[in-house]
């Protein structure tokens, strides 16, 4: 199988997933998400591989989140089901991977492209990351688990803060809230995953999977998920989101 957006390689017993569209800051689009969905299916069943480690393309960008430009002109009923597949297809089923899923976050890690790294088991990050929710600011809420993982990980007051307050944190804050595990210089972030998963690839991979199902299973609340694609499609009926995203496209600030 080849990919047109994403690089992956298979060494050492681990799966790299490189997303390959730095020109846009590896915005997610449909076709991205498509092949991530691919890509997790055909690792989870090769037994070559035992962890996966996820990262983005160029200097710049982990994931400047879902492609703006993709979703611009959506109507309630596209916007939920944009965040139900989106969703069922690659956040959750991340989440239930049954091999760890490393994020080696590279730069920004925005909205959906934080939102993957929530739905990754372990967040390592590089000087240069920037990490936020910014969806209030273009007049949607995170529609890929964000409201439900990131106060799962850093607690939910600061995760309300930051998703109403549409801030980014930089790598040292990001530490400091728990949000990434380690940061190091960007030219130090993939053999950092590699030394991590060689540390992992020291234990069961049986007991790690029965961990991740462990951990995961006292988070579950399919409610708040629901919840969440429901209110994200409702943003898209509003004159807000239209004056949100038509701001970004036109790169102006809009106006509330
Ligand atoms: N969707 C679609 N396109 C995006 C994108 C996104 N989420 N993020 C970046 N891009 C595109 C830009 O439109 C631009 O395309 P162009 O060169 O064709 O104009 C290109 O990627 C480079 O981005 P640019 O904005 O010029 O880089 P910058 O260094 O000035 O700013 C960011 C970087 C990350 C601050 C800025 O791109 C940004 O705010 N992105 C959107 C973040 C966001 O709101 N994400 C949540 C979406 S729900």
């Known amino acids: 199988m080849t990919y047109e957006h994403l690089l992956i390689e298979i060494q050492d017993q681990i799966g790299w997933i490189k997303i390959n569209r730095p020109k846009k800051l590896n915005a997610l689009n449909q076709a991205v998400l498509q092949e991530l969905h691919i890509v997790f299916m055909a690792l989870e069943k090769d037994n ?33 089901t944009l965040a139900q597949k989106g969703q069922e297809s690659v956040f959750d089923f991340i989440a239930h991977f049954s091999k760890p899923v490393i994020a080696a976050v ?28 910014p969806e209030t600011s273009l007049g949607v809420i995170p529609g890929y688990g964000g409201t439900q993982r990131l106060p799962q990980i850093i607690g939910r007051g600061r995760a309300t803060e ?86 970004f496209l036109n790169k102006r600030k809009a106006k509330f």
Request: hydrophobic share 50%; proline share 0%.
């Open 48 to 80: 070559s591989v035992r962890i996966i480690v996820l990262t983005g393309a160029g200097e710049k960008a982990f994931v400047a989140g879902a492609d703006i430009a993709e979703f611009a002109d959506f109507n309630e009923q596209q916007g939920a």
């Open 106 to 133: 590279n730069g920004f890690a925005l909205g959906g492209g934080l939102e993957l790294a929530l739905a990754c088991h372990v967040r390592i990050a590089s000087t240069n990351t920037r990490m936020g929710l």
């Open 162 to 247: 930051m998703i109403l307050t549409a801030r980014m944190l930089n790598a040292e804050e990001a530490l400091q809230v728990g949000l990434v595990s380690k940061v190091v210089e960007l030219d130090q972030l993939l053999s950092t995953a590699a030394s991590l998963a060689q540390l992992m690839m020291n234990n069961s991979s049986h007991a790690m999977h029965r961990a991740l199902q462990s951990i995961e299973a006292g988070y579950a609340s399919e409610n708040g998920y629901r919840a969440e694609i429901n209110h994200f499609g409702a943003c898209f009926g509003h004159a807000e989101f239209a004056e949100g995203t038509q701001a």
